[in-house]
T-cell receptor
């Protein structure tokens, strides 16, 4: 079982719709979670981080965390063609001063004009 | 000015060769990282340096060796290149050794081993 799992997609949504990206993780010790956006041929860019159960909103982006279900999601409202990219989920585990971050393989999002 | 820069952008080489990738950050950050992203987009951290001290050394082959001449530079040297080393290598930096700090990525070096 992969430590951080994402559906590779592509996930296609029409412009203006809500895109829902999902991520599950296997390590219950994971404490913090991150969503990165990566355009084709470019480097990853952090767009959201979440540490507590519940929702965290930033503009059109909402991250949701459910530690009991070991589930993290990213919602993108009013999707735009410029949101078309691969979205990487990452989980951070800290133990004894040592940090370990594990990435999923990403979900490719296509926003159709 | 580019915050995190890498050279070269592309690197094509033969199996068995030794190569280096350079990384520089002008953000005044204390920690720098090297990541490998394979063809399936799987991103994995390889090393991080905090104030010239190795903090993380993931289970990467010892053919890979990070070298940090100063806080602003973290170079990656690879000996005896293998086909499986073909990937995109990203350098990144953050203010402190803490993944909760935002990491700034370089543009990547695309390595192809023939």
């Amino acid at each position: 079982q992969k430590e951080v799992e994402q559906n590779s997609g592509p996930l296609s949504v029409p412009e203006g719709a809500i895109a829902s990206l999902n991520c599950t993780y296997s390590d219950r010790g994971s404490q913090s979670f991150f969503w990165y956006r990566q355009y084709s041929g470019k480097s990853p860019e952090l767009i959201m981080s979440i540490y507590s159960n519940g929702d965290k909103e930033d503009g059109r982006f909402t991250a949701q965390l459910n530690k009991a279900s070991q589930y993290v999601s990213l919602l993108i409202r009013d999707s735009q063609p410029s949101d078309s990219a691969t979205y990487l989920c990452a989980a951070l585990t800290s133990s004894g001063g040592y940090q370990k971050v594990t990435f999923g393989t990403g979900t490719k999002l296509q926003v159709i004009p | 000015d580019t915050a995190v820069s890498q050279t070269p952008k592309y690197l094509v080489t033969q199996m068995g060769n030794d190569k280096s990738i350079k990384c520089e950050q002008n953000l005044g950050h204390d920690t720098m990282y090297w990541y490998k992203q394979d063809s399936k987009k799987f991103l994995k951290i390889m090393f991080s340096y905090n104030n010239k001290e190795l903090i993380i050394n993931e289970t990467v082959p010892n053919r890979f060796s990070p070298k940090s001449p100063d806080k602003a530079h973290l170079n990656l040297h690879i000996n005896s290149l293998e086909l499986g080393d073909s990937a995109v290598y990203f350098c990144a930096s953050s203010q402190d050794y803490d993944f909760l700090e935002t990491q700034y990525f370089g543009p990547g070096t695309r390595l192809l081993v023939l």
